[in-house]
């Protein structure tokens, strides 16, 4: 079973402070996915990275997946009340199948 | 958009009756997922169809069937549903090859 663990499951900041968010797993991936998921709705992607070492910048947002592909990790800089969201990373089930497991979700609130 | 609707969007109902959740997708897309979310699980596939009549379990698909008649529409159904159904169900869609999942705005079921 391929299992992705992110930490910290909640995070409370204040506007303007830097954050992280790590996914981990004992198993390889072909890629892995970051998502954004607001209350009543579902979950939407933000980047996929594919390659070891691959760093992908969205704005305030960092990604970088890490050179063995068993982890990767999400920054965000001077964050913003508007990054309050649930963030999950999603990855490739082994064996194809056009099959995704999630993480198991990091719930960030911004505030003023 | 991706053109996905899920329906109904909220639903109450009694331990050991049928429910039926439906997916509807406007995007003539092949594959099609069920999850369910959780708090401290992040997503998981309850079962998805990689085409008309073609479906396969996902890792939480006990006391769950599938049915997909047609490339749009793609039913999620409990038999017999149990309390610990309660939960939010999101639908996905996904198109060939690298195409990302999609998902819909879910639908919180809750058993009594």
């Known amino acids: 079973t391929q299992l992705l663990e992110q930490s910290p499951q909640f995070l409370s900041i204040q506007e303007g402070e830097n954050l992280t968010v790590y996914c981990n797993s004992s198993s390889v991936f072909s890629s892995l996915q970051w998502y954004r998921q607001e209350p009543g709705e579902g979950p939407v992607l933000l980047v996929t990275?594919?390659?070891?070492?691959e760093v992908k910048k969205l704005k305030r947002l960092t990604f970088q997946f890490g050179d063995a592909r068993k982890d990767s990790s999400l920054h965000i800089t001077a964050a913003q009340p508007g990054d309050t969201g649930l963030y999950l990373c999603?990855?490739?089930?082994?064996?194809?199948?056009?099959?995704?497991?999630f993480g198991t979700g990091t719930q960030l609130k911004v505030e003023l | 958009d991706a053109g996905i609707t899920q329906s109904p969007r909220h639903k109450v109902t009694e331990t050991g009756t049928p429910v039926t959740l439906r997916c509807h997708q406007t995007e003539n897309h092949r594959y099609m997922y069920w999850y369910r979310q959780d708090p401290g699980h992040g997503l998981r596939l309850i079962h998805y169809s990689y085409g008309v009549k073609d479906t396969d379990k996902g890792e939480v698909s006990d006391g769950y069937s599938v049915s997909r008649s047609k490339t749009e529409d793609f039913l999620l159904t409990l038999e017999s549903a149990t309390s610990s159904q309660t939960s939010v169900y999101f639908c996905?869609?996904?198109?060939?090859?690298?195409?990302?999942?999609?998902f819909g705005d879910g639908t919180r079921l809750s058993i009594l």
């Open positions: 999603a990855g490739p089930f082994t064996g194809g199948g056009n099959k995704l497991t």
């Open positions: 996905a869609i996904r198109g060939i090859g690298d195409q990302p999942q999609h």
């Open positions: 990275v594919v390659t070891g070492g």
